[in-house]
């Protein structure tokens, strides 16, 4: 260890540096100007073991670790909280105005956090996002970071409990069904509705089946597009459907895109008006049967043969997990291990699951180039 001693003596203070592990260099003899006679003594340590230390810490990333966890559970408080829509409207929005309703010292002490960390910027008491802040708060990385914080945060939360099997998902622990739909389906919304739409153009389709709905957004999105367009959304989640009906009524499509809490797949439990969609999609919906084992899945499967009479389609549209890490693939493989849901799969996984079905993958459309990698089987009956 080195000291050093910034000694007072006179108009200068010495400083007396040494090292004190032996066989380490000493050194002694450093000047260090002095205006103050009354300043306390500095000794300054030189600790090369806890130095090396701190070293390893910043060099394993483990401070930025710690930044990018609490600086993503505040950007969804800057939501919660009501102070992004006041941030998003036109101009900088004074300190008071951004606070209203808020703790104030609380307040304060966040806008300081959040201009420190370059999210916001602040001029004459007024505050506004930064380029950076504007990137962190656009719709995609809000929905991203939701989709992991607040739908799957209490899953992650109980991980030590779900490894050690004092918790159990499903019975102790439960991911937030409300908050799955809609970040999930803000992102399956821009990533995926063109693809759906394809899908429906090529057979003239004007009624959609949306099985797995979450919160609606991507039918209700082809119901506003398209004014002959018609479709009902299941989801097992009475929360989702619940928000799905709301957004659709506020969209004003709420008589053309109906919802109900249904299992996908389990046509007996479907409401009246699903008879006739010819496109019946899937987002994300089926891969959780593979907990069961890929013989489920294949029995699920072939419960459509029977229903897709004529022209009609099943779309299914499944993440490919490629255990690449790229796209946050190990943070998706990883709440599906937590939440015993079964693990999806790249296509050629697919494709020979399909292959044990009644069903045949004519097409398969995909856009991986930007944003979750996922693939879209169009699935018929296998001709006889
Ligand atoms: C990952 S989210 C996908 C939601 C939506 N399709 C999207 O793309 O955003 C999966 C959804 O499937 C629903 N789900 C799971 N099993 C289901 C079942 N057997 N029947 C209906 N919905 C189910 C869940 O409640 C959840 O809303």
């Known amino acids: 260890m080195c000291i050093r001693r910034h000694d007072d003596r006179g108009q200068r203070r010495r400083a007396v540096a040494g090292w004190c592990d032996g066989g380490l ?3 002694k003899g450093v000047d260090v100007s002095v205006t103050d006679r009354a300043s306390p003594e500095v000794v300054e340590l030189w600790d090369g073991e806890r130095i090396r230390g701190w070293q390893d810490y910043h060099l394993a990333g483990v401070a930025d670790l710690i930044s990018a966890v609490n600086l993503s559970q505040a950007l969804l408080a800057l939501v919660g909280s009501g102070m992004l829509d006041r941030l998003r409207q036109d101009g900088p929005c004074p300190r008071d105005a951004l606070l209203d309703g808020l703790n104030p010292e609380v307040g304060a002490g966040f806008l300081r956090y959040l201009s420190v960390c370059g999210v916001l910027e602040e001029f004459g008491g007024a505050y506004r996002l930064t380029r950076r802040g504007t990137m962190l708060t656009s719709d995609i990385a809000l929905a991203r970071l939701g989709f992991y914080l607040e739908a799957y945060g209490p899953v992650t939360r109980a991980m030590t409990d779900l490894l050690t099997g004092s918790a159990r998902y499903g019975v102790d622990v439960t991911r937030a069904p409300a908050a799955l739909g809609r970040h999930s389906g803000t992102v399956s919304t821009v990533s995926y509705l063109p693809i759906v739409r394809r899908a429906m153009a090529g057979r003239s389709a004007a009624r959609l089946i949306d099985l797995g709905c979450g919160t609606g957004s991507l039918l209700i999105q082809l119901c506003q ?3 002959e367009l018609t479709g009902v959304g299941l989801d ?8 799905a009906r709301e957004t659709a009524d506020r969209a004003g499509v709420g008589d053309r895109a109906r919802f109900a809490v249904a299992d996908a797949f389990d046509p007996a439990t479907w409401p009246d008006g699903c008879d006739g969609a010819e496109v019946i999609c899937g987002i994300g919906v089926l891969h959780e049967h593979f907990r069961d084992g890929d013989g489920r899945v294949v029995e699920l499967l072939d419960r459509y043969a029977d229903i897709l009479t004529g022209d009609r389609v099943l779309l299914i549209g ?7 890490n790229r796209e946050n693939d190990s943070d998706f493989f990883l709440v599906h291990v937590l939440t015993a849901q079964g693990i999806p799969r790249d296509r050629q996984g697919w494709l020979a699951v399909f292959g044990r079905t009644r069903l045949q993958c004519g097409r398969l459309y995909t856009s991986a180039v930007a944003g979750p990698r996922t693939c879209f089987y169009e699935l018929t009956p296998e001709k006889e």
Not at 236 to 243: D, K, L, T, V
């Open 25 to 27: 260099r000493f050194r």
């Open 225 to 227: 597009a398209d004014p």
């Open 236 to 243: 097992i989640a009475p929360e989702a459907i619940a928000a």
């Open 318 to 324: 499944e993440p490919e997990v490629r255990y690449d």
